[in-house]
């Protein structure tokens, strides 16, 4: 009924229920008298969460129940390779009659050649829910300390303990890591991950997943960048049912520690390149976790914290000696970037000059804009090829007032949308170069004395 009057919302509800009551629906007397077209709908959802065999059968009661029907179309949706061969193919399917000698052992044939993650599984769906819960019946079966991981509480951990650990073994060593199982296969797209985060460690992980511990896949590769506390994850949707998090590397010690983790499927939209997220939001923020590790402030995160109107001559800016250091921002996580901006302080006349670098592992730096020979003041607006990036390190070489460098805010990606990215000569994007200023301040000062 939905479907018929378009009731986009009421059939979004109906599918949700359907999908998580579907062996009791099978069963309901009311099953057989669906349509052929809704029962093929139906049948057809990877999210429609039952024994493969279950299904089967389920169909043949409806085929019984509506003869003079079409079915053959409603047959194509069991999905055959799922099935065991011995019990189900050979003892449930073949005598019934209704799927052919070669759709077996074209079925037997599947599973044989196939690697178990690449079977079309069924999964059960709770979008936008933690699934990794015990009240969800997961639960950790690796890991040390292993009561910290699920139990939710993401405030209360130290030295000593609220987080689940492993041993970061030498390379080729046989490690099972943390792994997370969940009480049925279960269909995700996102996972949140605290690693442990009270001092200025990081950590190299991967993420792999399974449905029966043998044949694993990789979701997350993040051997080669440096990553700290929240993980926010998001990868091609799949059916999972053990999750295996492994630590390659600590900055501090040879322990992998992870406070926290969540799984789920989201329906938020999300954009990936080469595996990293492509994000629209600004992640150099304090709640996407990011900080500053290099420059000087008044205020702990103050290039962070979104406030690009209340700075003076003594706060509200983040600051290197020109010639010694510079500031540097680190992300929580890797993210494919291709924009930053910056708000130079502005409160006189001064201009200054600079050079940006971006890294994912501190040690080899690429520069994406060099205004070493510009006078630049107030808002800056840097364009360049996409790539990944967890470490931004802006280096101030000239100050027209005096020797130190001073930054306000910064962001990345870039906050300004709908500008005209600069064009060079040939016609093509110049992303060395900033567009016109997108804002002003002009702020009334009344200090006379230099800054």
């Not at 924009?339 to 000059?353: F, H, K, T």
């Not at 005209?420 to 004395?449: I, K, M, V, W, Y």
Request: net charge negative; with cysteine; proline share 4%.
């Amino acid at each position: 009924m939905a479907n018929l009057f378009q009731l986009a919302s009421l059939a979004t509800v109906c599918c949700s229920y359907i999908d998580r009551h579907a062996s009791e629906i099978m069963r309901h007397e009311s099953f057989l008298t669906l349509s052929a077209s809704a029962l093929k709908e139906m049948i057809s959802r990877s999210s429609f969460f039952a024994n493969e065999v279950d299904i089967f059968q389920a169909v043949c009661q409806w085929i019984l129940h509506n003869p003079g029907i079409d079915h053959d179309d409603i047959l194509t949706e069991i999905r055959l390779p799922l099935m065991r061969i011995d019990a189900e193919l050979l003892l449930v399917v073949r005598p019934t009659g209704l799927v052919s000698p070669d759709a077996i052992l074209d079925a037997i044939q599947v599973q044989m050649r196939s690697k178990n993650s690449e079977l079309n599984h069924r999964g059960y769906l709770i979008p936008e829910e933690n699934i990794a819960q015990p009240r969800h019946g997961a639960q950790v079966i690796h890991g040390e300390m292993s009561s910290a991981l699920l139990d939710g509480d993401v405030h209360n951990y130290d030295m000593e303990h609220g987080f689940t650990r492993h041993s970061i073994e030498e390379k080729g060593a046989n490690n099972p890591g943390i792994v997370i199982k969940l009480s049925k296969p279960t269909i995700i797209n996102h996972i949140r991950m605290l690693l442990w985060d009270l001092d200025n460690r990081c950590y190299m992980y991967l993420i792999e997943v399974s449905n029966d511990q043998k044949d694993w896949v990789r979701l997350i590769d993040h051997r080669r960048y440096f990553c700290r506390s929240w993980q926010k994850l998001y990868f091609p949707t799949r059916v999972v049912t053990y999750i295996r998090i492994l630590g390659v590397h600590n900055t501090v010690n040879r322990v992998f520690h992870a406070v926290s983790f969540e799984c789920m499927y989201t329906n938020k939209p999300f954009r990936l390149e080469d595996g990293l997220i492509v994000p629209k939001e600004n992640v150099a923020t304090i709640p996407a976790n990011a900080c500053v590790i290099e420059g000087v402030s008044r205020s702990r995160n103050a290039l962070l914290n979104g406030d690009t109107q209340n700075y003076d001559w003594d706060s509200g800016y983040t600051c290197h000696q020109l010639g010694s250091g510079a500031i540097v921002v680190q992300l929580a996580q890797p993210y494919m970037i291709d924009s930053l901006r910056l708000l130079l302080w502005d409160c006189d006349d001064r201009s200054y000059s600079y050079y940006i670098e971006v890294s994912t592992d501190q040690y080899k730096w690429e520069t994406v804009v060099d205004k070493t020979k510009e006078a630049c003041k107030s808002w800056q607006t840097i364009y360049f090829r996409r790539r990944p990036v967890t470490f931004i390190r802006i280096v101030g070489t000239h100050n027209t007032a005096n020797e130190v460098f001073h930054c306000v805010h910064f962001e990345c990606p870039s906050q300004v949308h709908g500008e005209t990215r600069p064009q060079s000569a040939n016609g093509e994007t110049d992303r060395s170069q900033q567009p016109p200023s997108s804002e002003s301040l002009n702020l009334s000062l009344s200090h006379s004395n230099e800054k």
